[in-house]
T-cell receptor
Framework: SQTIHQWPATLVQPVGSPLSLECTVE??????LYWYRQAAGRGLQLLFY??????ISSEVPQNLSASRPQDRQFILSSKKLLLSDSGFYLC???????????FGPGTRLTVL | AQSVTQPDIHITVSEGASLELRCNYS??????LFWYVQSPGQGLQLLLK??????LVQGIKGFEAEFKRSQSSFNLRKPSVHWSDAAEYFC??????????FGSGTQLTVLP
């Protein structure tokens, strides 16, 4: 069956430190993959999406970047975290159809 | 560009009462519309979706939503709310690149 994993579940990092969040999917090949961020008290914002290995589209300019080194792996990174990077990061893919998305469990990031 | 507005930030209802959460969208073509629910600290779960056809769609957990093109709305309803329905609810529209644009969410509190 198709499923999605995110790691780590929670993370506390100091301002200026690097970041690497991982998203992996199972049971499918070459899926579209998406990174969303949910800031406290706000809705979800699309950050990046990828239609294949090495193909990244950025929706919002920021100090974050994304990479897709493997077919079923999507990485969210930063060289230097800002306080405003705190939030809940969700990875998603179209498990049940091309126009809908199935979300992973999320990573709660707190930047101090 | 598509957008979604959820005018109610917070709604409180008594258990057993009926519920309606409002959602208005802006999209140039026929929209794909979704309602997701997020329990505290959890990822998002799809409640229901509208692609085409019958404008009244049924979802999980006893929820339904009605697509009204003339009003650009996709309101979520439930005839009798349960305490376990307390959560945050997000309306979303699917764009051309298959990514979702979310509303800012409505927090539902259920009183005993």
């Amino acid at each position: 069956s198709q499923t999605i994993h995110q790691w780590p579940a929670t993370l506390v990092q100091p301002v200026g430190s690097p970041l690497s969040l991982e998203c992996t999917v199972e049971g499918t090949s070459n899926p579209n993959l998406y990174w969303y961020r949910q800031a406290a008290g706000r809705g979800l914002q699309l950050l990046f999406y990828s239609v294949g290995i090495g193909q990244i589209s950025s929706e919002v300019p920021q100090n974050l970047s994304a990479s897709r080194p493997q077919d079923r792996q999507f990485i969210l990174s930063s060289k230097k975290l800002l306080l405003s990077d705190s939030g809940f990061y969700l990875c998603a893919f179209p498990r049940d159809g091309p126009t809908e998305q199935f979300f992973g469990p999320g990573t709660r990031l707190t930047v101090l | 560009a598509q957008s979604v507005t959820q005018p109610d930030i917070h709604i409180t209802v008594s258990e057993g009462a009926s519920l309606e959460l409002r959602c208005n969208y802006s999209y140039g073509a026929t929209p794909y519309l979704f309602w997701y629910v997020q329990s505290p600290g959890q990822g998002l779960q799809l409640l229901l979706k509208y692609f085409s056809g019958d404008t009244l769609v049924q979802g999980i957990k006893g929820f339904e939503a009605e697509f009204k093109r003339s009003q650009s709305s996709f309101n979520l309803r439930k005839p009798s709310v349960h305490w376990s329905d307390a959560a945050e609810y997000f309306c979303a529209v699917s764009g051309s690149a298959r990514q979702l644009t979310f509303g800012s969410g409505t927090q539902l509190t259920v009183l005993p």
